[in-house]
Each structure stands twice: as structure tokens, then as C-alpha cells.
């Protein structure tokens, strides 16, 4: 009898049936391929039997991988849907809300007036803000370790969330006071094309180019004078010259400490702000707080 075959095992399998290529199955899981094979070939000697044809012409399932392919699917979906069943169990016997956010939703108000009309309707539920780096858009979503987030749109995989504008706000130049056109009293984005930009990191694309202002440059690439992952480091960044960047003016003082200037600037779209939530987190409380931030927004 064949016992101990391990959720990752299964895994792994169906990664590489799906792909039928033990490099891209690799990537896809975020393991190195040696590994990968390795536990393929350890999961065939614990069945007793292969599961994949390999030769030079690619990949194939053998009778038996074809065999438990639909079975493997169905225990990792099980799994998934016990996994979920008890994360939600657990968030309601602890009556807690994650908020996840980048960037400080405090402008204008807005938090409190969202807390505010949740809290009257929830008032046994505590809401934890969390913190979350720049590197991840989606403030604690995409791991599931955020509830609903404030985030910045676009979302990439924007299919798999929901969420509600809460504020659209022009994007502003921020310059070192050093700058040439430091001075102005607003500039046109044409006048920065060869500018040095202050650019956020690669494992966020679309708000990078969305910063980048990629949709106002007529194909004309960026300049890329330094990443920047914090609201600190582009402060830092700015003062030592290493390239201007683009902020939502609700942002604008969080660099405006002395030795930067922010400008208005022409010729690019204003930037969204939202609460967003996972498009298949059906919870009343989700869906409640989601609603609270709705109704609350800024022009």
C-alpha cells in the first residue's frame, strides 16, 4: 500500500503534467528544476511506477501519471478549500479585519470616516492595520496576509480583485530644490522626457510604468536614475540627485521635509487610490468594510 505521499508531492506533479516541461513547471513552483526532479523521481519510486515519458523530443505522461493526475487535482483542491475553510474559522473566532497598505490612507480623513462607519456596524470587530513594502502592490492581498488593502491602481492580475476608488488625485513632480526647474511655479511633462526617474521595483510593473508615466511618453523609454522602495528612500534619493519622481499630491508631504520641491505638472493622468479586496473573499465582513470605503471618497 502506498502511504505518505506529501500535499507538495502532488504539487509538484501536477505542475509538471500541466506544463509537460520540467524547467517551466520550476518557475512556476519557484524551485530550482534539479530539485523538482528529484522529488518527481523520489514520488515514482514511492508509487512504484513512472509517472513521466522523458527523451529528447519533450515530455509525456505515462499511463500511470495519467492515471492519478485527476486524483492529485482533486486532493489539492480539497486541500485548498480545508486551508480556506479553516483561515476562515480562524478570522472569526479572532473578530479581526487585516488592512494592508503602502501608503498611508490618512489623507483627508478618509480612514477614520471608513473606520468610523464600519465600526458602527461592527463594533466587536478589531481592524489591524498592517504595513506593507513597496515591492508588494497589493499591500498583504496576493498572500492572503492583508484582509482588504489601500492600494494604488492598476493591480497587476487585476482579475483576481475587486476594490472602490476612494481618491483620484493629479500626479505632481517632486525635484531636489536644486533643480533647474525647481523654481516654476508648474511644469509640462514633455520638459521632463530626459530627466533622470526615480523608479519603483521591478516586481511591480504596471505601477512602475504607471509612475514612470509610460502612457505619456510616446514611446520614448524612461531614464532610470535609482530604484526606490520606501517613502524614505525616495526622499534620500531626491536630496542626493539622483532623479526626480512622480507623487500623488496626497503624498507630496511625505517628501517635502526640506531640499525637495514639489510641482504641478501637464500632460499626465491623475492617479487612483483604492480599498481592494480578493475577488473570491465573499465575507460579510469584506464586503462591509469594502462598502464603508465606498461610500467614504475623496474628489
Not at 138 to 161: C, I, K, N
Amino acid at each position: 500500500m502506498t502511504m505518505d505521499v506529501h500535499g507538495r508531492d502532488l504539487r509538484y506533479f501536477v505542475a509538471v503534467a500541466e506544463e509537460l516541461h520540467f524547467t517551466r513547471a520550476a518557475e512556476k513552483l519557484y524551485v530550482s528544476q534539479p530539485a523538482l526532479s528529484k522529488q518527481i523521481r523520489a514520488l515514482e519510486r514511492q508509487l512504484g511506477a513512472p509517472l513521466f515519458d522523458r527523451d529528447r523530443h519533450g515530455v509525456r505522461l505515462t499511463p500511470v501519471g495519467t492515471a492519478l493526475l485527476p486524483h492529485a487535482r482533486a486532493v489539492l483542491a480539497a486541500w485548498a478549500e480545508a486551508d480556506e475553510a479553516v483561515r476562515r474559522a480562524r478570522a472569526v473566532e479572532q473578530a479581526t479585519l487585516v488592512v494592508g497598505m503602502s501608503t498611508s490612507p490618512g489623507r483627508g480623513g478618509l480612514l477614520p470616516a471608513i473606520r468610523s462607519r464600519f465600526t458602527e456596524a461592527h463594533p466587536e470587530i478589531r481592524l489591524k492595520l498592517r504595513q506593507v513594502g513597496w515591492e508588494d502592490p497589493t499591500a498583504g492581498l496576493a498572500d492572503g496576509s492583508s484582509d482588504v488593502a489601500f492600494v494604488w491602481l492598476p493591480l497587476a492580475d487585476a482579475e483576481r480583485y475587486r476594490w472602490a476608488v476612494v481618491a483620484t488625485e493629479p500626479r505632481l513632480v517632486a525635484l531636489p530644490e536644486t533643480h533647474p526647474l525647481a523654481g516654476r511655479e508648474r511644469v509640462d511633462f514633455a520638459e521632463l522626457l530626459d530627466e533622470p526617474f526615480l523608479a519603483l521595483p521591478a516586481t511591480t510593473p504596471e505601477l512602475r510604468d504607471h509612475w514612470l508615466a509610460l502612457d505619456a511618453r510616446d514611446g520614448r523609454p524612461p531614464v532610470i536614475g535609482g530604484e526606490i522602495a520606501s517613502t524614505d528612500e525616495t526622499y534620500e534619493a531626491l536630496v542626493d540627485g539622483l532623479g526626480i519622481c512622480l507623487v500623488a499630491a496626497g503624498n507630496a508631504p511625505l517628501l517635502t521635509r526640506g531640499g525637495v520641491v514639489v510641482l504641478p505638472v501637464d500632460g499626465v493622468s491623475p492617479s487612483r487610490f483604492a480599498l481592494a479586496w480578493r475577488a473570491d473573499d465573499t465575507r460579510q465582513l469584506v464586503q462591509d468594510y469594502a462598502r464603508a470605503a465606498a461610500t467614504r471618497t475623496l474628489p
